[in-house]
C-alpha cells in the first residue's frame, strides 16, 4: 500500500507512543520501499494505529510494510482455514457419536463439548503432548475413583472413566476430520506452523519480520519468535517499563523477566528493544475516585469529559466491565464530538435477545403439536417492551388466570396469532418463523436505533443455525436448539464502528494493547473486575495445568497487571474510578494493583483519593407519609362503620393506619398475582374449607368417636375439590402441589385427632356453629361526635364442652410462636400479638350474646404438637374472665374506633417496620427500598 503525505491523517498527538517509535525504527532503516517488511502486533487494532504513526512521520511517499496480527499472521503461514466456533462444536459432535460407547443427546453435550474444545486449543497453543496430558488425566480421575476398601468401581465412576479415556480419541479424530476440510482451530494452526518452523522461515518472502508490542506468549509463539528472531533480520521489540521488568517480586513484569532470564524457549538478547523508565522518571497526576453504583461512576467520567476542554484525541475511557457501556454512553456531554468505541457490546446483554429468550422459553418446554401455552412465559412475551412496540399498544392484555392457555385463547391480534402458534414447536419452524418476526419487529425500530443492530446479528445467528441443521442435522428440537442458542449468544458481540484515529476512545482492557494515552479514564476498577475473578472451565486440574506450564490465576493476573501499568507508561493523567457500594459486584473493594500503586508509587507520581458520597437521607428515600381526614375521609369512614368492621380490618389499622387508609378507605388493591402452586394463604383457605365440608353434617350435634373417624377416611374427598378451587384447575396434582396437598392431610387430621383425644378424656362436644356470622353494634364518641358502628366477624367454629365452656375457635395453619397471654395493654403492640387481637374480638362478638354463659377465644394451631391455645387476658396480675373479660376487649376496640373516627388523628405509617416486610403497599411507602 503506497501512503505519504497526500494521505496523512490531521490526528493531532502530544504522546510519544509506543506504536511512534516502531514507525520511527522502520523510517530509520532508509529508503521508501517496505513492501518486504512485515509487522507482527499482538491485534488488529494497533495495525490502524502503526499505519498511522507511519503516516506521520514519512516525508515523502512510500511503499507501506505489511502489517499483520500474530493470528492473521500464523494463519496466513497455516494450510488451514479458521473454522468457526458453531461448526467447530458440530463437527465435534459428529466425531463424538463415531466414538463414544452411549452418545449423550447434543443437549447434553453442548454442555461440555465447548470445555473440551478450549482445553485442545489451549493445549496445542502450547505445543503440550496431548496423549500425555490426556494419560494424566486419566490416571488422576482413576485414583480420584479408587476405593481403597473394595477396590470396586461403581457404574457411574466406570462410565465416567471410560468417557475420559476417549479424550485423545475425540482429539485426533477432531483434528483429521479438520485437516481432511481444510479447517483448523487456533491452536492447530499454531502448532502446524511452530512444528514445521524451518519450512516455513524457508518459504517466507519477507527480508526482515518485526514483533512488536508481546507481553505473554504461548509456547507456540515462543517457538515462532524464537525462529524468527535466528535469521537475523528480524527484531523483537518490548514494550516494557524498568519500574516492574527490574522488581523480581513484580507481577506486571513476570513473562519479561522469564524471557530475559532464559527460563523459556523465546530468550531475549541483551541488548534488546526496548526498556524505559518512565513509571519513576516522567511526572504524572492520579485521581482515585470512589463511587457509588454504576450509573455514578458514568456521571463522574462523563464530568470530567465535561470540565476538558482540549482535543480528545490523545484520551481513552477504559472500562473493566462491559455493563458499564450503555451507562456511559447514555451520560456523555452532548458537546463531545467524535467517539469511537472499540470495545464490543455482549449480545446477550441487549433487549433484543431477551426478547428472543421470553420466545425460546416459551415453545422449549413443548413437545411438537402442543398448543398448551405456560402463563408465566405468555405475561414474560406480552409485557416485553418489543412485543408492545410491535404490537403497537402499552399493556398486556388481561384475560383469565390460568396454568395454561391454549392457543385459541391467545389469537387475539395478529401479532398474537404470528408469537403464539404451534408452527414454532419444530427446528426449522421455530428458526424459519423467528428471522420472520426479527425481521417484523426491526421495521418498527428507528433506522439509527442500536438495537436494529442486534436484531440484525440476531438474524445472522438464527441463519447461521438454519445451515448447521441443514448441514449436521443434529439439532431435533426446539429444547436442544435453545441450548445451542444460548452457547453462541455469549460468543457474540456488537463491535461498535466509528474513526478510531481521532476522538475520545472507549474500549475495554484487552483493547488498549500497544496504544498509549496522555489522558486515561478508567471504570470499573474493582476488585473482581480488574483482575476478573471469574474463571474458565477446563478439565484440566490445578496440578496438571501447573506441571505442563499452563496459565493458572497466577499468570493470568500478571497480564492484567502488565496492561495495567503498561497504560500508565506514557500517561500524563490517569483517573481511576471504582464503585465502592458494597452491595453491588465487587463487593466495594478498590483493585489490588490500586492499592499496589499506593504503596509502591514514586515520588514523580502525585496521588489523589476522592469519594464522592451519595448517600441519600432516609426522608428522601422513604419519606413519611401522612394522610388527613377530610369530609371525604370521614363520610367514607361512616359507610365502613355502617357496612360493618371486620376483626382483620382493625387488626390492620392498629398495626398500620396507613395501611388500613389504603385498602379501606382509598379502596387500593393489592397487584393481582396468580399462584400456580400452593402458597401457604391458598394452603389455609383449603384446610378451612375441608374442615367446614367435613363438620359440617354434626352442626348441631353431638361429635361422635365413630364420626370422626369417617371424617379421617374421607378427607382426601373433601380437600381434593378445596384445592383444585384454590388453584383453579382440575388436573392431577403433581410437583410441590402433592406435597403441600400431603401437609394439608394431615393437618386436617391432626384437627380430627385432637377432637377425639378430647372425646377419650370424658369431654363431650357439641357444635354449635361453623364459619358463623357474627354481629354487634358499639356506640362511640369521637372528635365530638356520637357514632354507631357495626362489628361483623366470622368464627371457624363455635362449639359446647359437657362442662357448659362455650369455645370460640380460629383455625391457625402458621407458627404458634404467638403472644397468648396478655399482660397488659402493651403487649398488643408487639406484632405476635395480632392472632390473639382476632380471636378476642371474635369472644367480644360472641360472648355480648351469651353473656350466662363462659365463652373462651382460642386458636387450633395445626401445624404444631400442641393444637389448642387459649387467649389469657390478665390485669393487675388477675385473669379476666366472662364479663370481665368481655368488658375489657370492649374498652379495648372502642378505644381503637375512637382514634379510627379522630379527625385530628392523620392516617400515618407504622413505626414497626418489620411489619412492612410482607406488606403489599411497601412500595408505595418506599419502604421496601430501604436497607435498614
Not at 517509535?21 to 502503526?50: H, W, Y
Not at 486449543?121 to 490416571?139: G, K, P, R, T, V
Not at 364420626?707 to 375439590?721: I, N, Q, S, V, Y
Not at 373516627?901 to 419502604?927: I, M, N, V, W
Request: net charge negative; aromatic share 10%.
Amino acid at each position: 500500500m503506497l501512503i505519504g503525505q497526500a494521505a496523512k491523517s490531521i490526528t493531532f498527538r502530544t504522546v510519544q507512543t509506543f506504536l511512534d517509535d516502531i514507525a520511527a525504527e522502520l523510517l530509520k532503516q532508509g529508503g521508501n520501499d517496505f513492501s518486504k517488511t512485515c509487522i507482527v502486533l499482538p491485534n488488529r487494532r494497533a495495525g490502524v494505529f502503526l499505519r498511522d504513526a507511519i503516516s506521520r512521520q514519512s516525508n515523502k511517499a512510500i511503499w507501506a510494510p505489511t502489517i499483520l496480527s500474530i493470528e492473521d499472521f500464523v494463519f496466513g503461514l497455516s494450510s488451514v482455514v479458521k473454522v468457526d466456533r458453531s461448526t467447530l462444536l458440530f463437527a465435534f459432535y459428529e466425531i463424538y457419536k463415531e466414538l463414544a460407547d452411549d452418545p449423550q443427546t447434543i443437549e447434553l453435550f453442548a454442555n461440555w463439548a465447548p470445555v473440551f474444545l478450549s482445553d485442545i486449543n489451549e493445549l496445542d497453543l502450547n505445543l503440550i503432548d496431548a496423549e500425555d496430558i490426556f494419560a494424566q488425566l486419566h490416571s488422576i480421575e482413576r485414583i480420584k475413583k479408587w476405593n481403597p476398601s473394595t477396590g470396586v468401581k461403581t457404574e457411574f465412576q466406570d462410565k465416567h472413566l471410560k468417557f475420559v479415556e476417549k479424550f485423545f480419541p475425540f482429539y485426533e479424530q477432531l483434528r483429521a476430520f479438520l485437516k481432511g476440510k481444510g479447517l483448523g482451530y487456533q491452536g492447530m494452526a499454531f502448532r502446524e506452523v511452530a512444528e514445521n518452523m524451518d519450512s516455513v522461515v524457508s518459504r517466507s518472502d519477507w527480508d526482515r519480520v518485526w514483533f512488536a508490542g508481546f507481553n505473554a506468549l504461548t509456547v507456540s509463539e515462543e517457538h515462532i519468535l524464537q525462529a524468527w528472531q535466528q535469521l537475523g533480520n528480524t527484531k523483537l521489540f518490548w514494550d516494557m517499563d524498568a519500574f516492574y521488568a527490574d522488581d523480581n517480586m513484580h507481577e506486571a513484569g513476570h513473562y519479561i523477566r522469564r524471557y530475559r532470564s532464559g527460563s523459556a524457549h523465546l530468550k531475549l538478547t541483551p541488548n534488546f528493544d526496548w526498556k524505559g523508565d518512565r513509571l519513576r522518571s516522567e511526572t504524572k497526576s492520579i485521581d482515585i475516585v470512589a463511587t457509588q453504583r454504576n450509573m455514578m461512576q458514568a456521571q463522574v467520567a462523563s464530568s470530567i469529559l465535561k470540565n476538558r476542554d482540549r482535543n480528545w484525541t490523545n484520551t481513552a475511557l477504559v472500562l473493566n466491565d462491559e455493563q458499564l457501556l450503555l451507562p456511559l454512553l447514555g451520560t456523555l456531554p452532548e458537546t463531545l464530538s467524535g467517539v469511537n468505541i472499540t470495545m464490543g457490546y455482549g449480545l446477550q446483554h441487549s433487549q433484543s435477545a431477551v426478547f428472543v429468550e421470553h420466545v425460546f422459553r416459551l415453545y422449549a418446554g413443548m413437545g411438537s403439536g402442543s398448543d398448551n401455552f405456560y402463563h408465566q412465559h405468555v405475561a414474560a412475551i406480552e409485557n416485553d417492551p418489543f412485543f408492545l412496540l410491535w404490537a403497537g399498544v402499552t399493556s398486556a392484555k388481561d384475560r383469565p388466570n390460568r396454568v395454561n392457555y391454549k392457543q385459541a385463547d391467545l389469537a387475539t391480534s395478529e401479532w398474537h396469532q404470528q408469537v403464539f402458534s404451534t408452527e414454532w414447536c419444530t427446528v426449522t419452524g421455530f428458526l424459519t418463523r423467528l428471522k420472520a418476526l426479527i425481521n417484523s419487529v426491526g421495521s418498527k425500530l428507528e433506522k439509527d436505533s442500536i438495537e436494529l443492530e442486534f436484531l440484525f446479528l440476531l438474524d445472522k445467528l438464527a441463519q447461521r443455525l438454519l445451515d448447521l441443521t441443514e448441514e449436521f442435522g443434529a439439532i431435533d428440537s426446539v429444547k436442544t436448539l435453545h441450548t445451542f442458542w444460548r452457547q453462541l449468544l455469549r460468543n457474540h458481540q456488537l463491535d461498535f464502528v466509528g474513526e478510531p484515529l481521532t476522538g475520545l476512545q472507549i474500549m475495554g482492557m484487552l483493547e488498549t494493547r500497544n496504544l498509549d494515552f496522555e489522558e486515561v479514564i478508567m471504570l470499573g476498577v474493582n476488585e473482581g473486575n480488574l483482575p476478573s475473578t471469574a474463571h474458565s472451565n477446563s478439565y484440566f486440574t490445578f496440578d496438571i495445568r501447573r506441571a505442563y506450564g499452563l496459565a493458572c490465576q497466577n499468570e493470568r493476573d500478571a497480564v492484567t497487571a502488565y496492561h495495567f501499568y503498561r497504560l500508565m507508561q506514557r500517561a500524563k493523567r490517569v483517573t481511576l474510578i471504582y464503585d465502592q457500594d458494597t452491595d453491588s459486584f465487587g463487593g466495594g473493594e478498590v483493585s489490588r494493583y490500586v492499592k499496589q500503586l499506593l504503596l509502591e508509587r514514586p515520588e514523580n507520581i502525585s496521588i489523589r483519593e476522592l469519594h464522592i458520597d451519595q448517600d441519600i437521607p432516609d426522608s428522601v428515600l422513604a419519606p413519611s407519609i401522612s394522610i388527613h381526614k377530610t369530609a371525604t375521609e370521614l363520610n367514607r369512614l361512616q359507610e365502613i362503620a355502617d357496612y360493618g368492621i371486620s376483626p382483620s380490618a382493625l387488626n390492620t389499622f392498629r398495626t398500620c393506619s396507613l395501611k388500613y387508609y389504603l385498602r379501606y378507605v382509598a379502596k387500593v388493591k393489592e397487584a393481582d398475582s396468580f399462584e400456580e402452586e400452593m402458597d401457604s394463604a391458598m394452603l389455609g383457605s383449603a384446610i378451612h374449607d375441608a374442615l367446614e365440608a367435613l363438620y359440617t353434617p354434626f352442626v348441631g350435634k353431638q361429635l361422635t368417636v365413630s364420626g370422626l373417624h369417617e371424617m379421617k377416611k374421607r378427607t382426601e374427598d373433601f380437600l381434593l375439590p378445596s384445592f383444585h378451587k384454590q388453584l383453579k384447575t382440575d388436573e392431577a396434582l403433581t410437583g410441590q402441589d402433592l406435597l403441600a396437598f400431603e401437609v394439608a392431610k394431615t393437618y386436617v387430621h391432626k384437627a380430627i385427632d385432637h377432637d377425639l383425644a378430647t372425646i377419650e378424656r370424658g369431654q363431650e362436644i357439641s357444635v354449635v356453629g361453623l364459619e358463623r356470622e357474627l354481629t354487634e353494634e358499639l356506640s362511640i364518641t369521637s372528635g365530638g361526635t356520637q357514632r354507631v358502628v357495626s362489628l361483623k366477624g366470622k368464627a371457624d367454629r363455635i362449639d359446647q364442652l359437657s362442662d357448659g365452656i362455650i369455645r370460640v375457635i380460629d383455625y391457625k395453619t402458621g407458627n404458634a410462636d404467638k403472644k397468648f397471654e396478655i399482660k397488659s395493654k402493651e403487649d398488643f403492640e408487639d406484632s405476635k400479638s395480632d392472632n390473639a387481637f382476632q380471636l378476642l374480638f371474635y369472644h367480644l362478638l360472641y360472648a355480648d350474646t351469651k353473656a350466662s354463659q363462659q365463652t373462651e377465644p382460642m386458636g387450633f394451631y395445626l401445624r404444631p404438637k400442641e393444637i389448642e391455645r387459649k387467649i389469657s387476658v390478665s390485669e393487675d396480675k388477675v385473669r379476666l374472665e366472662g364479663s370481665e373479660l368481655r368488658d375489657y376487649v370492649e374498652d379495648l376496640v372502642t378505644e381503637l374506633l375512637v382514634q379510627l373516627f379522630d379527625p385530628s388523628l392523620p392516617f400515618e405509617q407504622t413505626e414497626d417496620e418489620k411489619r412492612c416486610k410482607y406488606c403489599d403497599f411497601a412500595g408505595f411507602c418506599q419502604r421496601a427500598t430501604t436497607d435498614k
